[in-house]
């Protein structure tokens, strides 16, 4: 899925503008960056409600393909310009995280793969 069918189903906004030829895979949801940690997928979507810095290092490290804050929540100053300085997209959209993983979901996409 491209990153605007991703925006689209969800509709989200960007917050960065990102390159149009990102394909995103399979999704993830969690609010623990140690649960993150575990992923051994790298074309996933991380959507969570924590806006922190630690959730841009963290896809950093994993190499994630994009950020998607749910539940209207907006990342402060900080996080968006460290996510803009690692080129990492991010998006927001007010559904909760429940019914933003049941629509995307319900097009098809899977998790994200973690390791056992």
Not at 6 to 32: C, G, H, Q, W, Y
Not at 41 to 61: F, G, H, K, W, Y
């Amino acid at each position: 899925m491209t990153i605007h069918e991703f925006l689209k189903i969800l509709d989200a906004e960007p917050l960065i503008p990102f390159d149009d030829s990102v394909e995103i895979k399979r999704a993830f949801t969690s609010n623990m960056m140690s649960e993150v940690l575990t992923l051994q997928d790298s074309d996933v979507a991380l959507l969570t409600t924590l806006n922190n810095p630690q959730v841009i290092r963290t896809v950093e490290m994993l190499g994630l393909v994009c950020i998607c804050f749910v539940s209207g929540k907006f990342p402060p100053e900080e996080t968006v310009n460290l996510a803009r300085s690692k080129n990492i997209p991010i998006v927001c959209t007010s559904l909760c995280l429940f019914e933003a993983s049941g629509r995307l979901y319900e097009v098809g996409m899977r998790g994200g793969r973690q390791r056992e």
